[in-house]
């Protein structure tokens, strides 16, 4: 999956959560508890909802900028937003001292 870093995508006022394939589906499978065992199987559920979901580049840029440590977002677990997180916030800063 190909990410862009940039602030085109407007998710503070764009509600792409209206478009979200996620939107009729229980919230809790996208909360799991813990990430082995049966949370493995419940993360990799949620990550294929978001496979096909038409907003989940702007999910996982609301995930990133409001540092959403839980669940999945964007079709991304914890730990993998904890990553990108990095990545992204080195990125913001670089296009906000341009």
Request: charge should be negative; glycine fraction near 6%; include cysteine.
């Amino acid at each position: 999956m190909a990410l862009m870093w940039s602030r085109s995508i407007d998710w503070d006022t764009d509600d792409w959560r209206d478009h979200s394939a996620c939107r009729d589906t229980s919230p809790t499978l996208f909360f799991p508890v813990g990430t082995t065992g049966p949370a493995v199987d419940q993360i990799e559920a949620a990550k294929s909802i978001c496979r096909s979901c038409p907003a989940q580049s702007p999910c996982l840029e609301f995930a990133l900028a409001t540092n959403q440590e839980s669940g999945v977002w964007g079709g991304t677990s914890e730990e993998e937003r904890r990553k990108l997180r990095k990545v992204w916030l080195s990125r913001q800063r670089q296009a906000a001292a341009s």
